[in-house]
């Protein structure tokens, strides 16, 4: 591992420049600091050694709730800290904007905060630093993210193939032959994922579709009032949602226009949230165990840390049936 020594030695300068830089002391120029942090990085040097007490790692968040138990995230941070903190690590919540990705290197932040790796929660595929991870330098754990080709950055998420064949193979089961999906836009990697997933399913069990059964959008309103009506009007009996929140509100949008739920359509959702129990009627989903995607970004850091180049780690699906699905 680098030492103080080897970034002075790179940059022509003493020992105590590079530590001040370093530790942010107000007698080093910002150009000087600057370079101090991009060499270091790239000699791969850290402030923190393993085996010291107070090591910290970091769990960014964006695009997703997390502040109570009704929230997605906030299980997936239970679940992490269960092993992280027993471990003798310190875990800090940071939450993402592009002002901040803008603004800084993303190794250059780990380093400077003194973070050994991280876990990401909700980016999108326009995210800044998503182009960093192609050859970031520091242990990284995205959710529902895939960045091949660097053995420090490991992909984690719920076996997406899996919970959708396990959707169409439910609904076929009821009888249902045609089966539509309505997904929010395909700006996150996870919703591109689950929309090619579909397609993939429903040929594997042998039912006919084409690319009209499936329908995207940014907008709430225009997936409510024209894409679920147009899956209707195309003769779907079934429609898979992308996920939970967006099938609750197409449950509340049929109660509303009179269409009965499951009687003139069954409803499916993504990731069993605390809200799907108390959806009327309640809701049939495929469940992500948050707590153990908590759980196994942990793991899966602590190998990446280790030193082990873990590329996937997916977490089994669930059915959970419940009324919103029914024979047609």
Same mark, same amino acid.
Request: with cysteine.
């Given at each position: 591992?680098?030492?103080?020594?080897?970034?002075?030695?790179?940059? *022509?300068?003493?020992?105590?420049?590079?530590?001040?830089? %370093?530790?942010?002391? *107000?007698?080093?120029?910002?150009? $000087?600091?600057?370079?101090?942090?991009? @060499?270091?990085?790239?000699?791969? +040097?850290?402030?923190?050694?393993?085996?010291?007490?107070?090591?910290? %790692?970091?769990?960014?968040?964006?695009?997703?709730?997390? !502040?109570?138990?009704?929230?997605?995230?906030?299980?997936?941070?239970?679940?992490?800290?269960?092993? !992280?903190?027993?471990?003798?690590?310190?875990?800090?919540?940071?939450?993402?904007?592009?002002?901040?990705?803008?603004?800084?290197? +993303?190794?250059?932040?780990?380093?400077?905060?003194?973070?050994?790796?991280?876990?990401?929660?909700?980016?999108?595929?326009?995210?800044?630093?998503?182009?960093?991870?192609? @050859?970031? #330098?520091?242990? @990284?754990?995205? +959710?529902?993210?895939?960045?091949?080709?660097?053995?420090?950055?490991? +992909? /984690?998420?719920?076996?997406?193939?899996?919970?959708?064949? /396990?959707?169409?193979?439910?609904?076929?089961?009821?009888?249902?032959?045609?089966?539509?999906?309505?997904?929010?836009?395909?700006?996150?990697?996870?919703?591109?994922?689950?929309?090619?997933?579909?397609?993939? !399913?429903?040929?594997?069990? *042998?039912?006919?579709?084409?690319?009209?059964? !499936?329908?995207?959008?940014?907008?709430?309103?225009?997936?409510?009032? #024209?894409?679920?009506?147009?899956?209707?009007?195309?003769?779907?009996?079934?429609?898979?949602?992308?996920?939970? $929140? %967006?099938?609750?509100?197409?449950?509340?949008?049929?109660?509303?226009?009179?269409?009965?739920?499951?009687?003139?359509?069954?409803?499916?959702?993504?990731?069993? %949230?605390?809200?799907?129990?108390?959806?009327?009627?309640?809701?049939?989903?495929?469940?992500?165990?948050?707590?153990?995607?908590?759980?196994?970004?942990?793991?899966?850091?602590?190998?990446?840390?280790?030193?082990?180049?873990?590329?996937?780690?997916?977490?089994?699906?669930?059915?959970?049936?419940?009324?919103?699905?029914?024979? /047609?």
């Amino acid at each position: 591992m680098a030492t103080l020594e080897d970034i002075a030695r790179v940059l *022509g300068v003493s020992k105590s420049t590079v530590s001040k830089a %370093l530790s942010g002391a *107000g007698d080093v120029s910002d150009a $000087m600091r600057k370079s101090v942090v991009e @060499t270091a990085v790239e000699l791969g +040097y850290s402030r923190i050694r393993r085996g010291e007490k107070a090591q910290r %790692l970091a769990i960014f968040i964006t695009n997703m709730r997390y !502040a109570g138990p009704e929230d997605f995230g906030y299980d997936i941070l239970v679940g992490f800290r269960k092993l !992280a903190e027993p471990a003798g690590f310190r875990v800090s919540v940071i939450p993402l904007d592009y002002q901040l990705e803008n603004s800084i290197g +993303y190794d250059q932040y780990m380093m400077q905060g003194n973070y050994l790796g991280a876990l990401f929660l909700g980016l999108s595929l326009d995210d800044p630093w998503l182009k960093e991870f192609k @050859t970031c #330098r520091t242990p @990284t754990v995205l +959710y529902d993210n895939h960045v091949p080709g660097n053995p420090r950055v490991s +992909y /984690l998420g719920v076996d997406n193939a899996e919970g959708l064949g /396990l959707a169409v193979r439910y609904l076929m089961d009821l009888g249902h032959k045609k089966i539509g999906y309505l997904s929010s836009a395909l700006g996150a990697y996870v919703y591109r994922q689950r929309y090619a997933t579909f397609f993939r !399913a429903m040929a594997a069990n *042998g039912l006919p579709c084409d690319e009209n059964q !499936a329908r995207d959008s940014f907008f709430l309103e225009e997936c409510l009032n #024209r894409h679920f009506p147009a899956l209707l009007s195309q003769g779907c009996t079934a429609v898979i949602c992308s996920h939970d $929140m %967006l099938a609750a509100s197409v449950l509340s949008s049929c109660r509303r226009q009179g269409i009965r739920v499951p009687q003139d359509v069954s409803i499916l959702g993504f990731d069993d %949230l605390p809200l799907c129990q108390t959806t009327v009627p309640p809701l049939t989903t495929i469940r992500q165990n948050r707590t153990e995607l908590g759980k196994s970004a942990y793991c899966a850091l602590s190998s990446l840390m280790e030193g082990v180049a873990l590329s996937t780690f997916l977490l089994h699906a669930e059915l959970i049936p419940r009324a919103s699905c029914a024979p /047609l």
